[in-house]
């Protein structure tokens, strides 16, 4: 009953900047958690960041925490990723994902809705 599509990514030297995009579809897409997972290359799918259905709890993985922000808008539908400071070890494969638990979705994997995801790369 969730439909979601990242959008976004891209190429970005090291300390630069990105926005990504989740835009999401169905009637009770305010229900959900929803959260960001990456995987890289030869990688497990890592727990990025996560927010609760209206946005006031926000958790992020110890890799991104003050480099990463995540917010959304139920009104639009979406919700963001705003990406500062990238680093080479954040290029990765980047999932918007929604489950109705938390936890799940800071699990970095199981939740019950994915986007096909929108690859990050960050190189020199």
């Known amino acids: 009953q969730v439909q979601l599509v990242e959008s976004g990514g891209g190429l970005v030297r090291p300390g630069g900047s990105l926005r990504l995009s989740c835009a999401g579809s169905g009637r009770t897409f305010s229900s959900y958690a929803m959260g960001w997972s990456r995987q890289a290359p030869g990688k497990e799918r890592e727990f990025v960041a996560s927010?609760?259905?209206?946005?006031?709890?926000?958790v992020y993985g110890d890799s991104v925490k003050g480099r990463f922000t995540i917010s959304r808008d139920n009104i639009k539908n979406e919700m963001y990723l705003q990406m500062n400071s990238l680093k080479p070890e954040d290029t990765a494969v980047y999932y918007c994902?929604?489950?109705?638990?938390?936890?799940?979705?800071?699990?970095?994997?199981?939740?019950?809705?994915w986007g096909q995801g929108t690859q990050v790369t960050v190189s020199s």
């Open positions: 927010i609760n259905w209206n946005g006031v709890m926000k």
């Open positions: 994902n929604a489950d109705l638990s938390p936890s799940t979705i800071r699990s970095g994997r199981g939740s019950q809705y």
